[in-house]
């Protein structure tokens, strides 16, 4: 079994930035990616960033060069960088494990206004 804690989402204005923060525990040593997902009310839930095994990063394409996830692997977390925050990044951030199964936080909720 796989725990995942978000933490670090909040309210800020547009343009500014957050950092989120994914604690991940249990039986991790299957790793293969771990991903950010999104979902805004009303919305499906999408995946916005993704780093696998080998360091390799993909974004969707509505955050790309404003998001940035890394992973400190000797402390068992994952980060989201997000900045240039936009109205339309409203959303619960989910963090998600994958192995042979998919493993899934909380979410953490994120309110960008003006």
């Known amino acids: 079994q796989v725990q995942l804690v978000e933490s670090g989402g909040g309210s800020v204005q547009p343009g500014k930035s957050l950092r989120l923060s994914c604690t991940i525990s249990?039986?991790?040593?299957?790793?293969?990616?771990v991903a950010w997902h999104r979902q805004a009310p009303g919305k499906e839930r999408e995946q916005v960033a993704v780093i696998d095994s080998g360091g390799n990063e993909k974004y969707s394409e509505s955050v790309k060069g404003r998001f940035t996830i890394s992973r400190d692997a000797a402390k068992n977390m994952v980060f989201l960088e997000m900045n240039g925050l936009k109205v339309e990044d409203t959303a619960v951030y989910y963090c998600q494990f994958r192995d042979t199964k998919a493993y899934w936080g909380q979410g953490t909720q994120v309110t960008v206004s003006s």
């Open positions: 249990g039986s991790t040593f299957n790793f293969w990616a």
